[in-house]
Protein backbone atom coordinates (compact mmCIF):
# COMPACT_ATOMS: atom_id res chain seq x y z
CA UNK A 1 0.00 0.00 0.00
CA UNK A 2 1.29 3.60 -0.97
CA UNK A 3 0.46 6.60 1.35
CA UNK A 4 -1.71 8.85 -0.55
CA UNK A 5 -1.26 12.65 0.27
CA UNK A 6 -3.66 14.72 -1.20
CA UNK A 7 -7.05 13.58 -2.68
CA UNK A 8 -5.87 12.50 -6.22
CA UNK A 9 -3.34 10.08 -4.75
CA UNK A 10 -6.12 8.73 -2.34
CA UNK A 11 -8.26 8.15 -5.22
CA UNK A 12 -5.24 6.13 -7.26
CA UNK A 13 -4.79 4.44 -3.98
CA UNK A 14 -8.33 2.80 -3.65
CA UNK A 15 -8.43 1.69 -7.04
CA UNK A 16 -5.22 0.22 -6.37
CA UNK A 17 -6.39 -1.93 -3.84
CA UNK A 18 -10.01 -2.34 -5.04
CA UNK A 19 -8.31 -3.69 -8.30
CA UNK A 20 -11.92 -3.10 -9.88
CA UNK A 21 -12.17 -0.97 -13.03
CA UNK A 22 -15.50 -0.68 -13.02
CA UNK A 23 -15.80 0.78 -9.84
CA UNK A 24 -13.20 3.67 -11.03
CA UNK A 25 -16.13 6.50 -11.07
CA UNK A 26 -17.47 5.44 -8.00
CA UNK A 27 -14.36 6.11 -5.52
CA UNK A 28 -15.46 9.13 -4.97
CA UNK A 29 -18.62 8.43 -3.43
CA UNK A 30 -16.34 6.17 -0.96
CA UNK A 31 -14.42 8.58 -0.21
CA UNK A 32 -17.53 10.99 0.88
CA UNK A 33 -19.32 8.70 2.47
CA UNK A 34 -15.93 7.34 4.66
CA UNK A 35 -14.59 10.95 5.35
CA UNK A 36 -18.53 11.70 6.97
CA UNK A 37 -17.54 8.65 9.19
CA UNK A 38 -14.32 9.81 10.47
CA UNK A 39 -15.51 13.34 11.07
CA UNK A 40 -18.30 11.91 13.54
CA UNK A 41 -15.84 9.13 14.88
CA UNK A 42 -12.36 10.97 15.23
CA UNK A 43 -11.35 13.49 17.64
CA UNK A 44 -7.56 14.38 16.97
CA UNK A 45 -5.07 17.14 17.60
CA UNK A 46 -4.62 17.41 14.01
CA UNK A 47 -8.54 18.78 13.90
CA UNK A 48 -8.49 21.36 16.11
CA UNK A 49 -8.46 24.58 15.00
CA UNK A 50 -8.80 28.42 16.30
CA UNK A 51 -10.24 31.40 15.52
CA UNK A 52 -11.66 35.10 17.15
CA UNK A 53 -15.41 35.32 17.28
CA UNK A 54 -16.74 39.05 16.53
CA UNK A 55 -20.57 39.85 17.68
CA UNK A 56 -21.50 42.31 15.54
CA UNK A 57 -22.73 46.00 17.75
CA UNK A 58 -26.23 45.47 16.07
CA UNK A 59 -27.04 41.33 16.06
CA UNK A 60 -26.73 39.51 18.93
CA UNK A 61 -25.57 35.90 16.59
CA UNK A 62 -22.57 35.41 14.26
CA UNK A 63 -22.31 32.21 11.93
CA UNK A 64 -20.00 29.05 13.24
CA UNK A 65 -16.54 29.07 12.17
CA UNK A 66 -15.82 27.23 9.04
CA UNK A 67 -16.02 23.10 9.19
CA UNK A 68 -17.52 23.69 12.89
CA UNK A 69 -17.74 20.13 14.49
CA UNK A 70 -17.43 20.26 18.11
CA UNK A 71 -16.47 23.11 20.95
CA UNK A 72 -13.58 22.61 22.67
CA UNK A 73 -13.29 26.10 24.46
CA UNK A 74 -14.90 29.55 24.32
CA UNK A 75 -13.84 32.51 26.20
CA UNK A 76 -14.48 36.50 26.36
CA UNK A 77 -12.16 39.26 26.10
CA UNK A 78 -10.70 38.47 29.28
CA UNK A 79 -9.84 34.89 29.15
CA UNK A 80 -12.59 33.68 30.75
CA UNK A 81 -15.03 31.02 29.65
CA UNK A 82 -18.40 32.21 28.20
CA UNK A 83 -21.43 29.72 29.70
CA UNK A 84 -23.34 27.94 27.15
CA UNK A 85 -26.99 27.99 27.74
CA UNK A 86 -29.94 26.56 25.75
CA UNK A 87 -31.59 28.72 22.79
CA UNK A 88 -34.56 28.97 25.48
CA UNK A 89 -32.45 30.37 28.18
CA UNK A 90 -30.84 32.98 25.70
CA UNK A 91 -33.79 34.18 24.32
CA UNK A 92 -35.18 35.01 27.82
CA UNK A 93 -31.70 37.35 28.47
CA UNK A 94 -31.75 38.55 24.96
CA UNK A 95 -35.22 40.60 26.21
CA UNK A 96 -34.47 43.73 27.09
CA UNK A 97 -30.43 43.33 27.59
CA UNK A 98 -28.99 46.21 25.74
CA UNK A 99 -25.60 45.77 24.39
CA UNK A 100 -22.32 44.99 25.74
CA UNK A 101 -20.00 42.66 26.46
CA UNK A 102 -21.63 38.75 26.31
CA UNK A 103 -21.47 36.15 29.04
CA UNK A 104 -23.53 33.59 27.38
CA UNK A 105 -23.94 31.97 24.08
CA UNK A 106 -26.28 29.10 22.83
CA UNK A 107 -24.64 26.61 19.85
CA UNK A 108 -26.37 25.13 16.98
CA UNK A 109 -27.12 26.38 13.56
CA UNK A 110 -25.46 29.67 14.60
CA UNK A 111 -23.86 31.10 17.80
CA UNK A 112 -26.28 33.33 19.56
CA UNK A 113 -25.30 35.52 22.43
CA UNK A 114 -27.44 37.39 25.62
CA UNK A 115 -26.32 40.73 23.49
CA UNK A 116 -24.77 42.55 20.61
CA UNK A 117 -21.54 43.68 21.50
CA UNK A 118 -20.85 47.39 21.82
CA UNK A 119 -17.81 47.38 20.64
CA UNK A 120 -15.21 45.47 18.86
CA UNK A 121 -15.02 42.25 20.82
CA UNK A 122 -12.59 39.22 19.69
CA UNK A 123 -14.45 36.24 21.78
CA UNK A 124 -11.03 33.12 21.19
CA UNK A 125 -12.36 29.97 20.55
CA UNK A 126 -10.92 26.48 20.22
CA UNK A 127 -12.73 23.79 18.15
CA UNK A 128 -12.74 20.76 16.11
CA UNK A 129 -12.74 21.29 12.27
CA UNK A 130 -13.97 19.04 9.65
CA UNK A 131 -11.56 17.04 7.49
CA UNK A 132 -12.52 18.00 3.73
CA UNK A 133 -10.09 15.95 1.54
CA UNK A 134 -11.95 16.79 -1.23
CA UNK A 135 -10.70 20.17 -0.91
CA UNK A 136 -7.58 19.53 0.17
CA UNK A 137 -7.64 21.60 3.42
CA UNK A 138 -5.52 21.59 6.37
CA UNK A 139 -7.34 18.85 7.99
CA UNK A 140 -7.53 16.06 5.39
CA UNK A 141 -3.98 16.86 4.34
CA UNK A 142 -2.45 16.36 8.30
CA UNK A 143 -4.78 12.99 8.40
CA UNK A 144 -3.56 11.87 5.32
CA UNK A 145 0.25 12.70 6.53
CA UNK A 146 0.14 11.11 10.14
CA UNK A 147 -3.02 8.42 9.47
CA UNK A 148 -2.68 7.48 5.74
CA UNK A 149 -4.39 4.06 6.19
CA UNK A 150 -8.00 6.10 7.83
CA UNK A 151 -9.27 7.42 4.45
CA UNK A 152 -8.28 4.33 2.51
CA UNK A 153 -10.14 1.73 4.85
CA UNK A 154 -13.15 3.84 5.59
CA UNK A 155 -13.45 4.18 1.90
CA UNK A 156 -12.85 0.72 1.32
CA UNK A 157 -15.70 -0.36 4.06
CA UNK A 158 -18.18 2.20 2.25
CA UNK A 159 -17.42 0.14 -1.26
CA UNK A 160 -19.57 -2.83 0.61
CA UNK A 161 -22.66 -1.73 -0.96
CA UNK A 162 -21.02 -2.05 -4.59
CA UNK A 163 -18.89 -4.96 -4.70
CA UNK A 164 -21.27 -7.12 -2.82
CA UNK A 165 -19.51 -10.31 -0.04
CA UNK A 166 -15.71 -9.37 -1.10
CA UNK A 167 -14.23 -11.54 0.82
CA UNK A 168 -11.72 -8.04 1.87
CA UNK A 169 -14.28 -6.67 3.47
CA UNK A 170 -14.02 -7.99 6.83
CA UNK A 171 -10.53 -7.55 6.75
CA UNK A 172 -10.93 -4.20 5.80
CA UNK A 173 -13.49 -3.27 8.36
CA UNK A 174 -11.24 -4.99 10.88
CA UNK A 175 -8.37 -2.91 9.78
CA UNK A 176 -10.69 0.87 9.32
CA UNK A 177 -11.50 0.07 13.45
CA UNK A 178 -8.35 -0.62 14.72
CA UNK A 179 -7.17 2.81 13.04
CA UNK A 180 -9.97 4.83 14.20
CA UNK A 181 -9.16 3.70 17.92
CA UNK A 182 -5.14 4.08 17.32
CA UNK A 183 -5.61 7.56 15.95
CA UNK A 184 -8.28 8.39 18.55
CA UNK A 185 -5.54 6.81 21.25
CA UNK A 186 -2.79 8.62 20.34
CA UNK A 187 -4.85 12.06 19.94
CA UNK A 188 -5.44 11.74 23.90
CA UNK A 189 -2.41 10.57 25.01
CA UNK A 190 -0.48 13.37 23.25
CA UNK A 191 -2.90 16.20 25.00
CA UNK A 192 -2.04 14.35 28.21
CA UNK A 193 1.40 15.09 27.06
CA UNK A 194 1.25 18.92 26.30
CA UNK A 195 -1.13 19.14 29.72
CA UNK A 196 1.76 17.61 32.02
CA UNK A 197 4.63 19.53 30.43
CA UNK A 198 2.37 22.82 30.14
CA UNK A 199 1.76 22.34 34.16
CA UNK A 200 5.11 21.43 34.67
CA UNK A 201 6.80 24.61 32.83
CA UNK A 202 4.17 26.80 34.42
CA UNK A 203 5.32 25.15 38.40
CA UNK A 204 8.64 26.09 37.03
CA UNK A 205 7.75 29.35 36.51
CA UNK A 206 5.45 30.26 39.84
CA UNK A 207 8.56 29.30 41.84
CA UNK A 208 11.17 31.26 39.64
CA UNK A 209 12.93 27.81 38.65
Known sequence: MSTPTNYATLQTEIANVL???DLTSDIPTFVKYGEVDLNNRLRLREMIATTNINPSATLNYV????????????????????????????AD?????????????????RIDFERPGNAAH???????????????????????????????????VHAQPFIGDDSR????????????REANSRSIQNNRKLRTEFN??????????
Request: hydrophobic share 40%; no cysteine.
Open 19 to 21: ARS
Open 63 to 90: SLPTGFLELISFNDNYGSPLQEMGYEEI
Open 93 to 109: LQYGSGSGTSEYFALGA
Open 122 to 156: NYPMRYYQRADVVNDNAISTAILLNYPNLYVYSAL
Open 169 to 180: IATWKAFYEGAV
Open 200 to 209: AQRFNILRGN
